[in-house]
T-cell receptor, first 109, second 112 residues
Framework: QKEVEQNSGPLSVPEGAIASLNCTYS??????FFWYRQYSGKSPELIMS????GDKEDGRFTAQLNKASQYVSLLIRDSQPSDSATYLC?????????FGSGTQLTVLP | AAGVIQSPRHLIKEKRETATLKCYPI?????VYWYQQGPGQDPQFLIS???????DKGSIPDRFSAQQFSDYHSELNMSSLELGDSALYFC???????????FGEGSRLTVL
């Protein structure tokens, strides 16, 4: 079992819809969580970080964390074609950052 | 704003050769990370440095070594290259070990 699990997708949503990306982690020592966006052939780019239970909103993005369920999610509101990318969930335990395999999102015009 | 600079961007080597990748972190960032990403795979952590000292080691093969120099740039040395070493190698830097990493554009290594 991978330490950080994501639905690999691909996930397709129409433009303007809400995209929901999910992630679970196995290490209860994980303290902080991140969502990175990676366009094909490009490097990962940090879009959200979340450290405590609940929701964190930044523009069209909302990250949700539930440590009891070991669950992290990312909601993208008003999805745009430019949001089409692979979204990597990452969890930091002790001093290492572990990535999930990523969810490929396609936003259809 | 200055970003993480990696060189070379592309590198082609033969099996059993040696390759060196360089990384220049964002100014004032004190932590450097190296990741390997194979096609369709997630980034795999190799090694990290904090203030020029190795801080963590991941799935880095014994054939690989890395160091961080006094000017904070880092080099990843790969010897006895194998076909399976073909991948994108990312360097990332951060201020402190926060998990908020800023990645370079990557160095694509192809081993023939």
């Amino acid at each position: 079992q991978k330490e950080v699990e994501q639905n690999s997708g691909p996930l397709s949503v129409p433009e303007g819809a809400i995209a929901s990306l999910n992630c679970t982690y196995s290490d209860r020592g994980s303290q902080s969580f991140f969502w990175y966006r990676q366009y094909s052939g490009k490097s990962p780019e940090l879009i959200m970080s979340i450290y405590s239970n609940g929701d964190k909103e930044d523009g069209r993005f909302t990250a949700q964390l539930n440590k009891a369920s070991q669950y992290v999610s990312l909601l993208i509101r008003d999805s745009q074609p430019s949001d089409s990318a692979t979204y990597l969930c990452a969890a930091r335990a002790r001093r290492q950052l572990t990535f999930g395999s990523g969810t490929q999102l396609t936003v259809l015009p | 704003a200055a970003g993480v600079i990696q060189s070379p961007r592309h590198l082609i080597k033969e099996k059993r050769e040696t390759a060196t990748l360089k990384c220049y972190p964002i100014p004032r960032h004190d932590t450097v990370y190296w990741y390997q990403q194979g096609p369709g795979q997630d980034p795999q952590f190799l090694i990290s440095f904090y203030e020029k000292m190795q801080s963590d080691k991941g799935s880095i093969p014994d054939r690989f070594s890395a160091q961080q120099f006094s000017d904070y740039h880092s080099e990843l040395n790969m010897s006895s290259l194998e076909l399976g070493d073909s991948a994108l190698y990312f360097c990332a830097s951060s201020l402190g070990n926060t998990g908020e990493l800023f990645f370079g554009e990557g160095s694509r290594l192809t081993v023939l």
